[in-house]
């Protein structure tokens, strides 16, 4: 079964820094995406990404936030400047056809302290 | 505003018996998709089954089914024969067509005990 793989599994870093949480999507994939979801609460649509640009972004994903597709084979979500409320769990996602959902990987809980 | 309410916060059920979980939401779509999510303790989310809003037919997998009522709003869940591994954290989500992301409901936190 096709995975979508992330990395790292779990990131502590200082309020003020800035992270990168890496994603490989399922290879033939072309719609990827980054979901958060802060402990005990729901899950939240942050980004959609498709042809190398942002689709839809929520009002979450401000100017401290950007993503990118390096590589044929990477997806990225950079946080520029990190907030204690930015911990949480970061799950990156992709799909083919949309009837078949998302395939969503196991996610990247970032801890800001 | 486009809302789902997953109106039962936890929920228990003994092993090998049928549980219910409940889903409303709210579209003025016509044309979406329907999901569930199991979120167990390793927190990663997994896809239990889906339904397209055009089809009658309740989607069934395994012991998944859903009674989906479009007139209603409403996409519920059965577990049959409920096992100790389906406890989990339970996400209703939808996902119209003409937009890209999916919208959650709080989720639905299932034990099932022994």
Wanted: hydrophobic share 30%; charged share 20%.
């Amino acid at each position: 079964e096709p995975e979508v793989t992330q990395t790292p599994s779990h990131q502590v870093t200082q309020m003020g820094q800035e992270v990168i949480l890496r994603c490989v999507p399922i290879s033939n994939h072309l719609y990827f995406y980054w979901y958060r979801q802060i402990l005990g609460q729901k899950v939240e649509f942050l980004v959609s990404f498709y042809n190398n640009e942002i689709s839809e972004k929520s009002e979450i994903f401000d100017d401290q936030f950007s993503v990118e597709r390096p590589d044929g084979s990477n997806f990225t979500l950079k946080i520029r400047s990190t907030k204690l409320e930015d911990s949480a769990m970061y799950f990156c996602a992709s799909r083919g056809d949309r009837s078949y959902g998302y395939t969503f990987g196991s996610g990247t809980r970032l801890t800001v302290v | 505003a486009q809302t789902v309410t997953q109106s039962q916060p936890e929920m228990s059920v003994q092993e090998a018996e049928t549980v219910t979980l409940s889903c409303t939401y709210d579209t003025s779509e016509n044309n979406y998709y329907l999901f569930w999510y199991k979120q167990p303790p390793s927190r990663q989310m997994i896809l239990v089954i889906r339904q397209e809003a055009y089809k009658q037919q309740n989607a069934t997998e395994n012991r998944f089914s859903v009674n989906f009522q479009k007139a209603a709003k409403s996409f519920s869940l059965k577990i049959s024969d409920s096992q100790l591994g389906d406890t989990a954290m339970y996400f209703c989500a939808f996902m119209t067509y003409n937009t890209d992301k999916l919208i959650f409901g709080t989720g639905t936190r299932l034990q099932v005990f022994p």
